[in-house]
């Protein structure tokens, strides 16, 4: 089945501890990104990747990191992590960009105290 | 800077009755035009998208939307509202050819029985 998996679902942290949301995706696609959903703003991309080592940033950047060392992966780091990044975050790819659509992981529920 | 703009960020409307969702971009020059649908817990799932050709475009479960370049508008509709129809929906445009995509703050469409 075609996917795009993301990892942890839920998770409750505090404030500067490190952390790692993992985001894989089963399509072969060459652009991933990510975004981050907050009540009354929509969808706010935060970083995306055009293909492997080719990342840049989003509407709203600051605060975190990627990487896209491997094709199907696409994880995002939050090296220390703050309260206002307290959000529902999801993973996208897509087969290209412009027209493509992009297809959603679950989410991944982060709230930091 | 370019913008989306739903307007309502909640509809309420009965079961059988016409759903009408708004969407407005704020840019001369057309975008790619998408939405996408979220239900509870769940990441967004496409419904349809406009790229360029006919301005009258079908998605699924019985939606369609309008492009029209004079109103800059991308409004969502579906003749007759069903109760699985409740979900919260996003508008979002590319203006590019590359990964950026922006969308609109939601609407939370509720169908009464």
């Known amino acids: 089945e075609a996917q795009v998996t993301q990892n942890p679902r839920y998770l409750i942290t505090v404030t500067g501890k490190k952390l790692t949301v993992t985001c894989s995706q089963n399509m072969n696609h060459e652009y991933m990104s990510w975004y981050r959903q907050d009540p009354g703003l929509g969808l706010r991309q935060i970083y995306y990747s055009m293909n492997v080592e080719v990342t840049d940033k989003g509407d709203v950047p600051e605060g975190y990191k990627v990487s896209r060392k491997e094709k199907r992966n696409f994880p995002l780091i939050l090296e220390s992590p703050s309260p206002n990044q307290t959000s529902l975050y999801f993973c996208a790819s897509s087969l290209g960009g412009g027209n493509q659509p992009q297809h959603f992981g679950d989410g991944t529920r982060l709230s930091i105290l | 800077a370019q913008s989306v703009t739903q307007l309502g960020s909640h509809v309420s409307v009965s079961e059988g009755a016409l759903v009408l969702l708004r969407c407005n971009y704020s840019?001369?020059?057309?975008?790619?035009l998408f939405w996408y649908v979220q239900y509870p817990n769940q990441g967004l799932q496409l419904l349809l998208k406009?790229?360029?050709?006919?301005?009258l475009v079908k998605g699924i479960n019985g939606f369609e939307a309008e492009f029209k370049k004079s109103e800059t508008s991308f409004h969502l509709t579906k003749p007759s509202a069903h109760m699985s129809d409740a979900a919260e929906y996003f508008c979002a445009a590319s203006w590019t050819s590359g990964s950026r995509l922006t969308f609109g703050e939601g609407t939370q469409l509720t169908v009464n029985p």
């Open positions: 840019s001369s020059v057309p975008p790619y």
């Open positions: 406009y790229t360029t050709g006919a301005t």
